[in-house]
């Protein structure tokens, strides 16, 4: 059985997705989505460690907002920043609900630092070898950003359309697994 890990407060159920739409809440099945090949640089993933089962499934959010608070959301600065920190996630959502696969599952995205799980299985520094990452384009809250370094003054400069996640990111990470 997978587990699915929220970093940053990211709060969703897999199982089922309620997004939020004008006439209230609405149901979201999943439906098979189209994911496009979008592969990082070898030097961002490594080798998965022989005989690793995927257990945990990894959320994440990301976005240009400390640079470019006015247009956070562009692939190729996402992709400018994984390939110059060298971190990956086997998965991008962007906000229109578009998939990238930026890492073979076959490979070990590196979207978890050290440290272990609180539960069994721990996975002391190899969760990264037991899980798949998966980010959302997204901007979290003022409190969350903090530790990313944008403070008030930044964030306010943020339009409220690119804070939060869409109903189509949802869509399609219900339909990812």
């Known amino acids: 059985m997978l587990k699915l890990i929220f970093c940053l407060s990211f709060s ?16 979201l099945t999943p439906q098979v ?9 070898d030097f961002c993933s490594y080798p998965r460690q022989e005989g690793a089962e ?19 959301y562009q692939l190729h600065r ?12 086997h998965y991008l959502i962007d906000r229109q609900g578009n998939i990238y696969r930026l890492v073979p599952e076959a490979r070990a995205a590196k979207h978890v630092s050290y440290g272990q799980l609180p539960n069994p299985p721990y996975h002391r520094d190899k969760l990264n070898h037991y899980a798949i990452g998966i980010e959302l384009m997204g ?12 403070y008030q003054a930044h964030y306010n400069r943020i339009a409220p359309e690119h804070i939060g996640f869409t109903a189509a990111q949802y869509q399609s990470l219900v339909g990812l697994f």
């Open 78 to 89: 996402i992709r400018e920043i994984f390939t110059e920190f060298k971190v990956s996630a």
């Open 33 to 41: 989505p189209l994911i496009v090949d979008d592969l990082l640089p």
């Open 139 to 150: 901007i979290g809250t003022t409190a969350e950003m903090m530790p990313f370094q944008i």
């Open 12 to 27: 969703l159920s897999v199982a089922v997705i309620q997004a939020q739409n004008h006439q209230g809440v609405q149901q």
């Open 54 to 72: 995927i257990t945990h499934l990894v959320m994440h959010f990301c976005s240009d907002a400390v640079i470019n608070p006015e247009n956070p």
